[in-house]
C-alpha cells in the first residue's frame, strides 16, 4: 500500500557539496509525505493556542521556543 | 595530513579535530572555507552562542599551532573538561540534548541554515545544560531540499528515547552497540503494538522503518523511485521542513519516563547512617577534599547515587563528573542539577563492573571510560564493598585501577559488620576472608599512601584521603 502512495508522492533528492550523510531514499521521501499532516497540525496547534491565549491561558505555541531560564523540569511522579 | 585527527572526527570532510598541549582544535578545510565565512558572517554563530546553545571558539589560525594540509581556518572552542556520550546520559539527558538539536535547527533555518548532520554526540553537558559542539555542522538551506539528517535524528533520539520510555529504561544502552543510533527496524520491532496508534512513533519510527526498507536498494536501481524524483521534482516547502522538525519536537517532548522506586533510587532515606552520622560524613569528605593542596580541575564521583556528595565535592573542583549504575538515581541527579545549583556537576550512567567500552571504527572513534577517566582525584563512597562483594573484584585490583586514574582518593571502607554488607553475604557465601579493614589499608597501600584515616562517627565505617605512590600522574 505503502508503494502506491509513495510513488505518487516523489521528493527530489539533490546531494549537497557537504552533506556527507547517507540521508536514505526512504526517509527522503517520507518527510514529503509526512509534511502535509505536520504543517496543518501546527496551524491547527497555533490558532488553538491564539484562543487559550485570548481567554488568558496563554501557553507557547512552539515546543521549540526557550523555556524560562531555570524553570523547574517536571518533578517525579512517586 | 602530518597532525593526527582525532579518531572521532573522519567523517566529515569539512574539518577535523586534532590535539595539541592537551587542548582541542579544529581545522576548517579549504573546501568548506566559503559555507564556513558565510556561517561566521550571517549572524547564526553569534545567535547560537549568545543563546548558549553553541560552544563558542577562538580564531587560532594566525597562531603557531600545528596545521594538516589543506587548512583554512583553526579554531580553539571553548574546553569541554569531560566527553560523555549518549549511552552515558539519563533518559532526561537525551531528551534536552534531542530539543537543543531541534530548536538549533529552528534558529539556524530562520538564518537560512541548516544542520547537516543530527548527531547525538555532537551535544555535551556544560554548566549542567546540553551544548552544541560541532561548528561545522552548518550549511545554506536550499529551498525545497527535505532534512538530510532527518533518519540520523530519529536514530540517534527518537528510537532510544521511545524504547526507553515505553519498553525499558536500559534500552539506551543500545547505543553502544549501534554508534549511528538505533536502526529504525530494530526500534520498531520492540516498540509495543500501542505505538503503531501514536501519530509520532507510527510515522517517525514505524513508517520511518518501513520506508527504508521498501527504498532499501532505490540507490542501485535507474528505475527507482529516487531517480524519478529526481527528474520529477516535488520539492519540501521551508514551511513543511518547520513543521516536521516542530513534529519531531512534539515527539520527542511526548516521550516520558518516571522513575521507579529501584534498589538506590531511596538510597539516602534507606541507609545506615543516622541523620548524624551523614552530617559527619559530609564534614569529613569536605574537610579530606580542602586538605588537598593541589588544584582540582575534574573528581570522578563513582557510586554517586543523587550525587549528594558530588555537590559537597563541587565545593572544591572544577567539574564533578557524578556517575552511577542506576539510571533512575542518574536521573534524579539530572533533574535537581537543572532546577538548583551548583551548576558543575555531570550525572552519568557508569557501571563500574563493565564499563563504556571504546567503540567505532579501530576502536577508537568513541573512547572507554578507562580511556576518559584520568582525573585529579576519585570520591569512592559506600562503593568498594559492592565491587569487592557484589562483583568479586579483589580489593588489590580495585587500588590499582584508582591509582592509575587518579591522584587523590577518598574512599569510605565498610565493613562485613555494616548491614548493607550482611545484606549482600546473605544469600551467598562469604569467601572473602581478606575483606575487612587490615585487608583492605594493605591492599590500597600497595598504590596509596594514606594521608588520612578516621571513622565516620555514629557508624561503623571508616574514610580514607590517599594519595597515589605514582608520581607521573599529572591528573
Same mark, same amino acid.
Given at each position: ?28 521521501? +517520507? ?9 496543518? *497540525?501546527?496551524?491547527? #496547534?497555533? /490558532? ?14 512552539? %515546543? %521549540? ?5 531555570? $524553570? ?7 | ?18 590535539a595539541e598541549n592537551d587542548r582541542v582544535y579544529r581545522q576548517i578545510n579549504n573546501g568548506f572555507a566559503k559555507h564556513f565565512d558565510q ?13 548558549? /546553545? ?95 539528517? /532527518? ?9 532510544? +528515547? ?10 539506551? #544502552?543500545? +547505543? ?12 520498531? &520491532? ?37 531517480? $524519478? ?77 543523587? *550525587? ?38 555531570l550525572p552519568l550512567l557508569q557501571d563500574l563492573y563493565a564499563p563504556s567500552p571504546a567503540i567505532g571504527w579501530g576502536n577508537e572513534e ?23 562483594? $557484589?562483583?568479586?573484584?579483589? %580489593? ?12 587523590? %582518593? ?8 555494616? $548491614? ?50 605514582? &608520581?607521573?600522574?599529572?591528573?
Amino acid at each position: 500500500m505503502y508503494q502506491i502512495i509513495i510513488t505518487s508522492v516523489l521528493i527530489v533528492f539533490s546531494p549537497q557539496t557537504f552533506a556527507y550523510l547517507d540521508p536514505g531514499t526512504g526517509s527522503m521521501i +517520507l518527510q514529503g509525505l509526512i509534511a502535509g499532516i505536520a504543517v496543518a *497540525g501546527f496551524t491547527i #496547534k497555533t /490558532y488553538w493556542y491564539r484562543i487559550l491565549s485570548f481567554f488568558g491561558k496563554a501557553k507557547q505555541t512552539s %515546543l %521549540l521556543e526557550e523555556e524560562e531560564e531555570g $524553570s523547574p523540569k517536571k518533578e517525579d511522579e512517586q | 595530513m602530518t597532525l593526527d585527527a582525532l579518531p572521532s572526527s573522519f567523517r566529515d570532510p569539512s574539518g577535523f579535530v586534532f590535539a595539541e598541549n592537551d587542548r582541542v582544535y579544529r581545522q576548517i578545510n579549504n573546501g568548506f572555507a566559503k559555507h564556513f565565512d558565510q556561517f561566521m558572517s550571517s549572524g547564526l554563530y553569534d545567535v547560537l552562542v549568545d543563546k548558549g /546553545y553553541l560552544v563558542a571558539h577562538e580564531d587560532v589560525t594566525a597562531s603557531n599551532i600545528q596545521r594538516g594540509p589543506d587548512c583554512y581556518r583553526v579554531i580553539a572552542p571553548e574546553v569541554i573538561p569531560y566527553i560523555a556520550y549518549p549511552y552515558e546520559w539519563s533518559f532526561s539527558q537525551l531528551q534536552d540534548a534531542a530539543m537543543l538539536t531541534l530548536r538549533i535547527q529552528t534558529v539556524a533555518l530562520q538564518h537560512g541554515y541548516i544542520l547537516k548532520d543530527a548527531s547525538a554526540y555532537n551535544v555535551q553537558f556544560r554548566h549542567g545544560k546540553p551544548v552544541f559542539i560541532d561548528t561545522l555542522s552548518f550549511e545554506p538551506y536550499v529551498e525545497g531540499v527535505p532534512w538530510v539528517a /532527518y533518519r540520523q535524528f530519529c536514530q540517534h533520539f527518537l528510537a532510544p +528515547l521511545a524504547l526507553m520510555a515505553r519498553v525499558d529504561v536500559g534500552l539506551g #544502552k543500545l +547505543l553502544v552497540t549501534y554508534i549511528d543510533g538505533i536502526p529504525l527496524s530494530l526500534a520498531s &520491532s520492540l516498540l509495543p503494538l500501542t505505538t503503531r496508534f501514536n501519530y509520532s512513533l507510527q510515522t517517525h519510527i514505524h513508517l520511518h522503518a518501513k520506508m527504508q526498507e521498501t527504498y532499501a536498494d532505490a540507490a542501485g536501481t535507474p528505475t527507482t523511485a529516487k531517480n $524519478s524524483a529526481t527528474k520529477n521534482p516535488r520539492q519540501l516547502s521551508k514551511t513543511g521542513l518547520q513543521a516536521i522538525v516542530e513534529s519531531l519536537a512534539s515527539a520527542v517532548k511526548s516521550q516520558q519516563w518516571k522513575p521507579p522506586q529501584t534498589e538506590w533510587g531511596d538510597y539516602y532515606d534507606n541507609t545506615n547512617y543516622s541523620d548524624g552520622s551523614t552530617d559527619e560524613k559530609r564534614r569529613l569528605v569536605d574537610d579530606y577534599l580542602s586538605a588537598i593542596d593541589e588544584p582540582l580541575n575534574v573528581v570522578h564521583d563513582l557510586g554517586a547515587n543523587t *550525587g549528594e556528595f558530588s555537590r559537597i565535592a563541587a565545593r572544591h573542583a572544577g567539574l564533578v563528573v557524578s556517575q552511577d549504575i542506576d539510571p533512575v538515581a542518574v536521573e534524579r541527579n539530572y533533574r535537581r542539577l537543572v532546577s538548583e545549583p551548583p551548576k558543575n556537576v555531570l550525572p552519568l550512567l557508569q557501571d563500574l563492573y563493565a564499563p563504556s567500552p571504546a567503540i567505532g571504527w579501530g576502536n577508537e572513534e568513541r573512547d572507554s571510560f578507562r580511556q576518559r577517566g584520568r582525573c585529579d582525584a576519585i570520591l569512592a563512597l559506600a562503593l568498594v564493598h559492592h565491587l569487592a562483594i $557484589s562483583n568479586n573484584t579483589p %580489593l588489590s585490583r580495585i587500588a590499582g585501577l584508582f591509582a592509575e586514574l587518579a591522584q587523590w %582518593l577518598v574512599i569510605e571502607f565498610v565493613p562485613k559488620s555494616d $548491614s548493607q554488607v550482611a545484606r549482600l553475604l546473605q544469600t551467598r557465601e562469604d569467601v572473602f576472608p581478606h575483606y575487612n579493614q587490615q585487608g583492605f589499608e594493605e591492599a590500597f597501600s600497595a598504590y596509596f599512601n594514606i594521608v588520612r584515616s578516621e571513622a565516620v562517627a555514629g557508624s561503623e565505617r571508616q574514610l580514607y584521603l590517599m594519595r597515589s605512590l605514582r &608520581s607521573d600522574l599529572s591528573g
